[in-house]
């Protein structure tokens, strides 16, 4: 390896917040004349060079074996990686904090004051602000922190100090209160004094980073650079990594089974230009369209976790919870963003990225990649080529539809259990969930994807044998599509390649379980990659089986991988019978046969004897330490070996480093081969999940027709049958739609029924069906014939929007006017008490012109429950109308729900006794029903008006 590359590793810190960097190799070492294998004669030879190195492990080759740690030696005060036992915090720089670290790892807890921003002058710390101090005259660690806080003001700047990551100023106080870190201080400078400071632990760094960014900060780590600094300077640091919401890598911080997405939005008008990137995956995705509702909607469904914007501070389009991050104009405009993209994807013109009819999706695709740019402190993050989609791509689904008919999360809670996600979702790969839940967030409305999906599902349905064998080779498989992303950043642990490489050796497997098959899903894995297979057998020819988290300590390249490294090894290994043989030496000398020789990393090697059996030591040891029941001594001899063998303790993981940076680098390469690998094993994952929920839930294949038909035939609701435990769910029909050249058949049906009958449950049923059936699983049925939706539209429940000032009634009519613009003939609506919310007469009005309109005039199929029982009329006057009701059972003063659904429609509602059951107190009870009687004899409503033309 060129010496450049030495040099690098003393200049780069560990990404993956693994541990301290290890010293580089001293610059010039003496060549020795030493012969190979004769290290152990002496202690005070001259290194020896390369190619005496190479000489050494070609005369004594090296067994495979996984590597040791270093240290070689079983010692009690060390564990051989480098930690050692009471001084082991000890650092070359001292700490200015007197932060104590908990034994969980984090700093000890303390009544911290709230943010500067929430603080009243007089109870803040004079120097509140880094703003507020003159540079020159702080100490030059402080100076440092204020010139790169002063590059990075929107960032928590973490500082490392020795063992700890330190903060100061305006960034102690944040973090003290939202981490309960005690708040201290540290001497800024006599002309200065003390400046607020809070630390943590550089061990735990990872997951207090975690909880800044899940609290939607952005943090930038200012890490050591070198172990040794230059005389009469301070160590070397520099920003190493910025972390933020939208750009994290770490596993730690992702949620496996969702994408991590990045937004960017550029409005001009009533047109916009939506951007989002999923750096964990590389996934990137551009549109383009026109109207702030629509924006609005598209962000709550991408439910980004950070949206970029160069505009106003709060805009009314973007959704409350959403963290905005304003950026400048300038990476925004579009010869900037047209240069930036030509630079990233290397193309020499854009024509083939279709962006010449989407120019504000280019412009906000420019400033996404300029933000990725500004927090890429290594390699760059690499990326799917951008690829725009429409609105006519997939099934248009707002943001109450998902909200009522609880796609990824419920809506008491926001829980995934009791989801259609968490219904459907048997995958085996961390890839395979993410899969799923963009399936079921945007459904597809193209008839020949969905039957290919769903020729994969009944492939799998048919053969038990196959799928399980799938899923059984699924199951160990690790997230290739975020490990190829690590590797590509130059973030990847040593453990993320062995896990990559396990992924890889599979694809063949599969290859072979899958010969046979002929669906389209299947097919796309009968393919061997044999480029990937040799990168697996690369990985697997490098790296031991089980490394260690930590990247400078050694141990992660096997034996008989580079003959450099095994020469040193060799030469370690000889050390390692010297050490021996010097310790048998010294108990024979001392006639101590307890003698122990173990090393500190702070000491380095010592003999340690007890206390009574210090007083009789050889007059040539020299004492070194003394504790309370052990004494410690070195000898010259052993004191000038030690030297040596820290030398090629350090050459060897320094060797290692390189050979893993190179392999990890030639991963990276692949990257975006092993992310189309990757997805099409999340495809045939989320095929194995839907047909095992087929297989063992009973369901059916919907026939797909090109007309307007909604039949099931004694469809459940996929979530409610699971929930279900002491009873079976009931069954129930739907027919909707008129078939070509068919009799007749309802588009709209007026359904009716008691409260809590399960009038809501069967209208989320219907929709749920028709929603699976175009992601291309089958339902739980006896049988169906489905015909492409464009929209499902639903109102259901009652929800209002206190902080824009709308009353539950309003948001009802909101919605209901929404549905009326955009609702068509192919378009499935599903209402739930229209007109509720106001005075009856009024209400009723409502939701019969409501309904009238939907039949008449949009001829979209709906299905609209209510209590209003004067609709049941609408089915004498349109004929495209029917009723429907659910049916109860009166025995005596008690109600039994059948939640059975049966033709024709409801004449009473039973609300007084569904209030019975809620336990209202008799008394009012019957007071209700005496004013019930008295109000029916007395009144009546004739609706049975003819529609007007």
Not at 249 to 278: F, K
């Amino acid at each position: 390896m060129a010496a450049g590359a030495e040099q690098q590793l003393s200049l780069v810190a560990d990404l993956g917040l693994q541990g301290d960097l290890f010293a580089a190799a001293p610059a010039a070492l003496p060549s020795s004349d030493q012969a190979p294998g004769e290290a152990n004669r002496s202690g005070d030879e001259a290194p020896l060079d390369d190619a005496q190195l190479e000489a050494d492990a070609t005369a004594r080759p090296r067994r495979r074996r996984p590597a040791r740690a270093a240290g070689g030696l079983d010692l009690a005060t060390g564990d051989g990686n480098g930690n050692g036992g009471e001084l082991s915090g000890l650092d070359t720089e001292p700490i200015g904090s007197t932060s104590a670290a908990t034994p969980d790892g984090s700093c000890a807890a303390a009544a911290a004051p709230a943010d500067a921003e929430d603080l009243p002058d007089h109870d803040l710390p004079r120097w509140h602000h880094h703003s507020l101090v003159d540079p020159a005259r702080l100490t030059p660690v402080l100076r440092h922190y204020v010139e790169l806080k002063a590059a990075h003001p929107e960032r928590v700047l973490l500082y490392r100090l020795g063992d700890f990551f330190e903060c100061f100023f305006e960034d102690a106080i944040t973090l003290s209160r939202l981490l309960e870190l005690t708040l201290t201080g540290k001497e800024a400078g006599k002309a200065i004094g003390r400046v607020p400071m809070a630390g943590l632990p550089h061990h735990a760094a990872e997951r207090h980073c975690s909880e800044l960014v899940r609290r939607g900060l952005s943090v930038a780590l200012c890490d050591q650079l070198e172990t040794t600094p230059a005389k009469g300077a301070l160590l070397k640091r520099e920003i190493t990594r910025v972390l933020t919401p939208g750009t994290v890598l770490d596993e730690g911080m992702l949620s496996a089974r969702r994408n991590n997405w990045l937004a960017a939005v550029v409005r001009e008008g009533n047109h916009w230009g939506l951007a989002v990137a999923d750096v964990s995956t590389g996934e990137f995705r551009l549109t383009e369209r026109q109207g702030t509702d629509l924006l609005h909607q598209e962000l709550l469904q991408q439910d980004a976790a950070e949206v970029l914007w160069s505009g106003e501070p709060e805009p009314a389009w973007c959704p409350d919870g959403l963290l905005l991050t304003s950026q400048p104009r300038t990476p925004f405009a579009a010869p900037e963003a047209r240069a930036r993209l030509l630079a990233r994807f290397r193309l020499a013109s854009l024509d083939g990225l279709g962006l010449a009819e989407a120019p504000l999706a280019l412009r906000a695709a420019g400033g996404l990649l300029a933000y990725l740019e500004g927090t890429e402190t290594g390699r760059l993050v690499p990326l799917d080529m951008p690829r725009l989609w429409h609105t006519g791509d997939q099934l248009v689904l707002d943001a109450q539809t998902r909200r009522n008919l609880e796609l990824t999360r419920t809506q008491l809670g926001g829980s995934l259990q009791g989801s259609l996600l968490w219904a459907l979702d048997r995958s085996m790969t961390a890839m395979g969930g993410r899969c799923l839940r963009r399936w079921i967030e945007a459904p597809l409305v193209d008839r020949a994807a969905i039957s290919a999906r769903q020729d994969g599902v009944g492939e799998l349905v048919a053969s038990r044998s196959l799928r399980l064998s799938v899923r059984r080779l699924l199951r160990p498989m690790g997230d290739l599509e975020r490990l190829a992303g690590r590797a590509g950043a130059g973030t990847a642990s040593a453990r993320d390649l062995v896990a990559l490489a396990d992924g890889l050796e599979r694809l063949p497997l599969l290859a072979g379980l899958l010969a046979q098959a002929s669906s389209p899903p299947l097919t796309a894995l009968q393919r061997t990659w044999p480029e990937l297979v040799e990168l697996a057998a690369v990985l697997r020819h490098t790296l031991v089986d089980d490394p260690p988290l930590s990247l400078s300590d050694g141990g992660l390249i096997h034996d008989s991988v580079d003959a450099r490294l095994d020469g040193l090894r060799n030469q370690l290994d000889d050390q390692d019978t010297w050490l021996e043989q010097q310790e048998a030496l010294e108990r024979r000398a001392s006639g101590n046969p307890n003698l122990r020789l173990q090393y500190h990393r702070t000491f380095g090697y010592f003999l340690s004897v007890s206390r009574a059996k210090a007083a009789s030591v050889p007059t040539h040891w020299i004492r070194r330490q003394t504790l309370a029941n052990e004494e410690r001594f070195v000898t010259p001899e052993l004191k000038g070996r030690e030297g040596r063998i820290l030398q090629l303790r350090t050459r060897a993981a320094q060797r290692e480093y390189e050979l893993f940076c190179a392999l990890r680098e030639q991963v990276g390469e692949r990257a975006a081969v092993i992310r189309e690998a990757a997805r099409r094993v999340a495809e045939l994952d989320v095929i194995a999940s839907l047909a095992e929920v087929a297989a063992t839930g009973g369901y059916c294949r919907p026939e797909i027709v090109e007309g307007r038909e909604l039949w099931i035939d004694a469809g459940r609701h996929p979530v409610v049958e699971q929930l279900l435990v002491e009873e079976p769910f009931t069954a129930n029909s739907l027919r909707l739609g008129s078939a070509p050249h068919a009799a007749t058949v309802p588009d709209l049906l007026v359904l009716t029924g008691p409260n809590a009958s399960g009038k809501s449950c069967y209208l989320r049923q219907s929709g749920l069906l028709q929603l699976m059936a175009q992601i291309g699983s089958w339902i739980p049925a006896r049988s169906a014939r489905l015909g492409i939706a464009d929209r499902i539209f639903t109102r259901v429940g009652a929800v209002d929007d206190l902080a824009s000032g709308q009353s539950t009634f309003m948001v009802e009519m909101a919605e209901t006017a929404n549905i009326l613009h955009h609702a068509t003939s192919h378009s499935l609506v599903l209402l739930d008490e229209i007109g509720r919310g106001t005075a009856t007469f009024d209400g009723l009005s409502i939701a019969w012109a409501v309904a009238e309109h939907l039949a008449e005039r949009i001829g979209a199929r709906t299905i609209f429950a209510t209590h209003y029982h004067e609709l049941n009329e609408l089915a004498d006057l349109l004929p495209n109308v029917a009723n429907a009701q659910v049916l109860v059972q009166e025995t005596g003063d008690d109600l039994v729900f059948l939640h059975q659904v049966v033709t024709g429609g409801a004449s009473r509602s039973y609300g007084i006794e569904a209030a019975r059951l809620a336990g209202v107190p008799p008394v009012v009870v019957q007071r209700a029903r005496q004013v019930l009687d008295r109000i029916e004899a007395n009144s009546h409503v004739a609706v049975g008006l003819e529609p007007e033309a």
